[in-house]
């Protein structure tokens, strides 16, 4: 990696924590890129030069932890659910600060909304309707339910709803989701 490239990806990051901490202080819509500029110790024009607004920013690190989550799921496609979950777990705790900032600021339903729909596809392949428990039912309820199910489950982690060690929880939730598919 070039001297160059290192210096852009060290910008980037801390761009992206520099909105991260902003949101943990005021609501997304007071912020400006020069508060960004400002606590990121980065030019107006250098973030202008990655990220069209403040909106593109919040996308693309959304999409980015999104990105890296299917990226574990791919690495755990032959793990079970138990297991699978864990992992996840591991990397929300990871970035902590990330998602519980999302979700207690006012980015928290574009998150939700993007995090449902990454769930849901993630789950798409493992409904068995031909045999079994699920036979008959509707895949799209099936896909809703459970979706919501573990969205809703890691919300409740990460803002204190659920007072278990995550690893009983990823534990806990697997083994409902691995009874169920």
Known sequence: MSRIDRRVQKSQEAIKNALIELMAEKKFDQ?????????????????????????????KL??????????????????????????????FERHYSFFSTIL?????PAFRSQFLKFVIEELDG???????????LSKELILKFFGAAIVETVIA?????LSEPSKV???????????NF
């Open 31 to 59: 912020i400006t890129i020069q508060d960004i500029s400002d606590k990121a110790n980065v030019g107006r024009r250098t973030i202008y030069d990655h990220y069209t607004d403040k909106f593109d920013l919040l996308d």
């Open 62 to 91: 959304i999409e980015e932890h999104l990105n890296e989550l299917r990226n574990l799921c791919k690495s755990a496609a032959d793990l079970s659910f138990v297991e699978g979950n864990l992992i996840w777990f591991e990397y």
């Open 104 to 108: 207690s600021s006012n980015g928290a």
């Open 126 to 136: 493992e409904v068995e309707l031909t045999e079994g428990i699920n036979q008959g």
């Open 157 to 161: 982690w990460i803002t204190d709803g």
């Open 169 to 179: 929880i990823a534990e806990q939730a697997g083994i409902l989701l691995d009874r």
